[in-house]
Nanobody, 124 residues
Framework: QVQLVESGGGLVQPGGSLRLSCTSS????????VAWFRQAPGKGRETVSC????????YYADSVEGRFTISRDKAKSTVFLEMNSLRPEDTAAYYC?????????????????WGQGTQVTVSS
């Protein structure tokens, strides 16, 4: 069983920054793809970003492109989501998820390992 532990959410003012972390002892291996999803109240789950460990390919949703950065620290077995210039519409529960593979896929299908979620609230 692969356990993902998330942290880093909180309350921030518009224009502020947060860094989310997703840690798993399995992330030292290079055959995982990790994605961040988010779900706002009353809305469906949205793919925010994705990173393939094997080929370093990344994906960003149009709504976060240029503001969010996904990265991996192999030594710390952690994937980060650096979020800058936050907006009220970024308010959501954020989840990291992992799948075995090489391709960064944006569909939830295939992501069988999920974190517990962390709340991000952007408000003045």
């Amino acid at each position: 069983q692969v356990q993902l532990v998330e942290s880093g959410g909180g309350l921030v003012q518009p224009g502020g920054s947060l860094r989310l972390s997703c840690t798993s002892s399995r992330f030292t291996a290079d055959y995982y793809v990790v994605a961040w999803f988010r779900q706002a109240p009353g809305k469906g789950r949205e793919t925010v970003s994705c990173k393939s460990f094997s080929d370093q390919n990344t994906y960003y949703a149009d709504s976060v492109e240029g503001r969010f950065t996904i990265s991996r620290d192999k030594a710390k077995s952690t994937v980060f989501l650096e979020m800058n210039s936050l907006r009220p519409e970024d308010t959501a529960a954020y989840y990291c998820a992992a799948r075995v593979g090489t391709e960064c896929k944006t569909s939830e299908t295939g992501y069988i390992y999920w974190g517990q979620g962390t709340q991000v609230t952007v408000s003045s």
